[in-house]
C-alpha cells in the first residue's frame, strides 16, 4: 500500500483523479451558499419578533444531530480522497474541489446550530405561550441540557471515527459498516425531525417564527442537494436524509400556506363585516337625523 502511494506521488492525476465537472462544482458552490443565503430569514425572524414561539425544540435537536451525523458519515466516506487530493504537494483549489462535498453537507450543520442558539436566546421571551416563569424557565434547562447531550454524543461518534479508522483502517469492512450506520441513522433521525415540527404548526396554527421564506428556499435545496450528491458519485446513506427531509419540507409548506391562506379570507370576512356594521350605522342616523330636527 505504501509502494502504491509513492508510485501515486509521483503522478498527481492518478493519485488525485478530478472526476467531476465544472458543472457539478459550481452546483456545490451555489448550494453552499445558498444554505447560509435561505437561513438568513430565519434568523431575521426569530430576532425581529424576539421570540422562537411556533418553533418546535424537538425539530431542531434532531436537525443539527442529523446534519452532523450525515457530515461525519461523508467524511468517513471520503476520508482517502481527502487525503490524497489535500496532500502537502496538491493545489489548495484542488482539494477545495474534492473536499466541496464534504463541506457542503457540513454547512447546514453550522447554520442549524445558529437557529438552535437564537431559538434558546429567545426562548424566554415568547408573548403568547400560556406558561409560568417557572415552567418556561424549566423548559429552558431542559433544552440547554439537551444541547449539552447533543455536543456530547457528536463527540463520541467523532472519536469513534477516527479510533475505527485508525485500528480497521478506512478500506476496512467495520468501518464502512458504520459510516453506512450513521448514514441511515440520519435519514431515521429526518424522518423524525420534521414530525414535531409539523405537529407544532398544526397546534399553532400558523407558522409563527419559523420562516416560509427559508423553507421555500431550502425545500428546492434539499432536492438539488440530492442531486448533487448522486452526481458526486454518493451512496444513498449520504443523500437519502436531504430527499426524506425535501419531501417534509413540502408537506410542511402546503401545511403552513394553508393557515396563511385561512388567516387572510378570515380577516377579510372579519372586515368586510366590520365596514356593513359602520356602514348599516350611518344609513340608521341619515335616516334618523332629519326626524329629529323636525321635532
Not at 154 to 176: E, Q, R
Not at 220 to 234: H, Y
Request: proline fraction near 4%.
Amino acid at each position: 500500500r505504501i509502494l502504491e502511494k509513492v508510485t501515486n506521488w509521483m503522478d498527481p492525476v492518478s493519485f488525485c483523479p478530478d472526476d467531476a465537472s465544472n458543472f457539478v462544482f459550481g452546483l456545490g458552490i451555489f448550494l453552499a451558499v445558498g444554505t447560509v443565503v435561505s437561513s438568513v430569514p430565519q434568523w431575521v425572524s426569530i430576532i425581529s419578533r424576539r421570540t422562537s414561539e411556533g418553533i418546535s425544540h424537538s425539530y431542531l435537536t434532531m436537525r443539527i444531530l442529523s446534519c452532523y451525523i450525515t457530515a461525519i458519515n461523508t467524511m468517513i466516506v471520503n476520508w482517502e480522497t481527502l487525503q490524497n487530493c489535500c496532500a502537502p504537494f496538491m493545489p489548495a483549489f484542488k482539494c477545495f474541489r474534492h473536499a466541496l462535498p464534504t463541506v457542503q453537507l457540513l454547512v447546514p450543520a453550522v447554520t442549524g446550530t445558529i437557529v438552535f442558539s437564537l431559538f434558546f436566546a429567545y426562548y424566554k421571551t415568547s408573548p403568547t405561550l400560556k406558561e409560568s416563569a417557572a415552567t418556561r424557565l424549566r423548559k429552558k434547562i431542559l433544552i440547554g441540557i439537551s444541547f449539552i447531550f447533543l455536543i456530547f454524543v457528536l463527540l463520541a461518534a467523532s472519536i469513534l471515527s477516527i479510533y475505527m479508522y485508525y485500528v480497521f483502517g478506512i478500506d476496512g469492512k467495520d468501518v464502512i459498516l458504520y459510516a453506512n450506520i450513521l448514514g441511515y441513522t440520519s435519514a431515521g433521525l429526518t424522518v423524525a425531525q420534521w414530525s414535531p415540527q409539523i405537529y407544532t404548526t398544526y397546534v399553532f396554527k400558523g407558522p409563527g417564527s419559523l420562516s416560509l421564506v427559508t423553507l421555500l428556499l431550502q425545500m428546492p435545496g434539499a432536492f438539488l442537494v440530492v442531486a448533487f450528491q448522486i452526481m458526486s458519485k454518493k451512496g444513498i446513506s449520504t443523500w437519502g436524509p436531504y430527499l426524506v427531509g425535501g419531501i417534509q419540507q413540502f408537506i410542511l409548506v402546503l401545511l403552513i400556506v394553508y393557515y396563511m391562506i385561512r388567516d387572510y379570507l378570515n380577516n377579510n370576512k372579519s372586515k368586510y363585516s366590520l365596514d356593513k356594521h359602520i356602514l348599516n350605522d350611518e344609513e340608521y342616523e341619515n335616516e334618523v337625523s332629519p326626524l329629529l330636527n323636525i321635532n
